[in-house]
């Protein structure tokens, strides 16, 4: 017995080695993977929170319309009755969350309103344009057309 | 204290096991934290989106909508707009455009033959290119069908730049990883629809939800000649566009 144990020496030592070597590496592991990692795949399942409280700057129109109902109204009559009203207001969450203190500035029509109606060859064919310097001359559109019903007869 | 060496051994064999075994239990107890949209179950939803190619007038609003809700850098792009211009005589040649990713819109060519618009978004493709190239697992689909970077394990390595075929993706110039499209992940999950889809004027662009049955996305998938952009790259592209004119790439 002594012999074999002074024979394997050597190699006890070696074999303790890598006993401790592995112990460093699953404590390093261990302390460096997050214990949820692999839970819905390959990926940290905390990257899902992080992504997920970012802030959210457009409202969206269901919280418009929760207060300007009146507008809502004469918006649902025109041909911009699908349009959300962040599309031309802006980014207005700050607004939705403190309607006082944050007071957004009305969009210039005859800017704003280039934007989707200036004529373009690549615009679909029933979609309506105008050359804007032909038609009104740099005029502000709302003289004429009110952007929640543009159509010039209808009210 | 007398103490032999195999004794001495054993003890702090046993203290180090013993440690990591707590911290480990330790971890699962803080892991226990409240999460962002508590009544959202992402088992419930795989996302994707209906193009209708017919209804998009090139006016940039989803471009600047993009910018504005996650505060993309300027000159880059999570979603943009395409002009194509064929000509008849020469339609595998395709003539793009795409001034400033169609961010201030688009200066009227005046040029005869076909002229349209095509949005460009990422695909959140099923079996996403990008994903499996990832090195560290720092990009990854959901459970409800998203694409996502993890900012915080992104080396920066721009593997999955390269694998994405359709030029989706770009390295953040300030944090240095990669950056694409999150289907406004932060929106979709507390009920709200993207922000270029609560944007786009004419409707050309709608956030589709194919788990949910009462979606339209099903009618509309079933009674409208759809296409994905490069099928044959077998992606599982869920952005579907109506009417895509075979020139586009």
Redesign the interface.
Known sequence: MKDFLRSTEHLSRVV?LLALGL?VF??IR??VI????GK?????PG????????????A??EACEACHSDQVEAKSKGK?A???C??CH??LAKHAEDPTSVVPELPKTEVLCA??H???????KT?PQVVTADHSNGMPCNTCHKPHNPRISGD | MEMTRREMLRQSGKFILLTSAAATAWEYVLAGKAEASPNYDMTKHWWSMIIDVDKCIGCGNCVRACATENDVPEGYFRTWIERYHIEDWHSDHPEVDSPNGGFDGFPDNHKQGKNFFIPKICNHCADSPCTQVCPVGATFVTPDGVVLVDEKYCLGCRYCIQACPYGCRFLNPKKNTAEKCTLCYHRITKGLTTACCENCPTGARVLADLKNPNDPVHEFLRTHSVQVLKPHMATGAKVFYKNLDGAVR
Do not use: M, S, T, W
Request: aromatic letters at 10%.
């Open positions: 303790l112990i699953l404590l261990q302390a997050p214990a949820e990692f819905y795949g390959h990926f940290r990257a899902l929170d992080d992504i997920r409280a970012r802030p959210v700057n457009f969206g129109r911009h699908n349009i959300g962040e599309a802006g980014a934007k989707c200036e004529a373009n060859a690549a615009k679909p979609f």
